[in-house]
């Protein structure tokens, strides 16, 4: 997705974070400092996968007086609510400690309902190339493998996009790459994807 969206001309900067490793509040902090920075550089775009999309909203719910939100959110996969396989998998100490607090906060109904829904035109876009049947923890409901479809949907999303992708190739998906772009002119950007 980058690749595309870099030879469409636009910017782009990437955040990196370890779930094993850091709280979800030290993350967020430091994400929070980064918008901070990319805002100061003009209008912007953020894209966020899976605890990536949990990530900025909490970021982007706390921004500091004076900087400038996003043109646009797109949320890839990402939980909007208490994720099925992660309350699922909460007791596996495996889990725990890949995961860690960030692990945690995905299972967490009242964690995961604390962080507060954008107040900016956002796009989710959910994978439905998940197996689907009785014995498994999604049932019959689409899914991409980690996440359903109720997981990743709101009545606050600008737009809900459907796609038929697993939850791990959202990133490098080129529809959801086409998606990006195909909005980018819509937002006024002339530059500057996160």
Not at 40 to 65: D, E
Not at 147 to 174: D, K, M, R, Y
Request: charged share 15%; hydrophobic share 45%.
């Amino acid at each position: 997705m980058l690749h595309r969206i870099r030879r469409a001309g636009i910017d782009t900067e990437t955040f990196g974070y370890s779930s094993a490793l850091e709280k979800f509040e030290s993350i967020v902090a430091r994400l929070r400092q980064r918008i901070a920075v990319l805002s100061g550089k003009g209008s912007y775009v953020v894209v966020g996968h899976s605890l990536g999309g949990v990530l900025l909203r909490a970021a982007l719910s706390s921004l500091p007086a004076g900087v400038s939100p996003p043109q646009h959110a797109y949320l890839l996969g990402s939980p909007l609510k208490e994720s099925r396989l992660a309350k699922l998998l909460n007791r596996n100490i495996f889990f725990r400690a890949f995961a860690g607090d960030c692990g945690q906060l995905l299972g967490s109904p009242a964690r995961m309902a604390a962080i507060a829904p954008l107040s900016i035109p956002t796009t989710g876009i959910a994978g439905v190339r998940g197996i689907q049947g009785r014995h498994g923890p999604f049932g019959m409901e689409a899914n991409d493998g980690i996440v359903s479809v109720s997981e990743v949907i709101a009545p606050w999303l600008t737009n809900q996009v459907q796609i038929p992708v697993v939850h791990t190739l959202l990133p490098s998906s080129g529809l959801v790459a086409g998606i990006v772009l195909q909005s980018l002119p819509g937002c006024g950007l002339t530059g500057r994807s996160s």
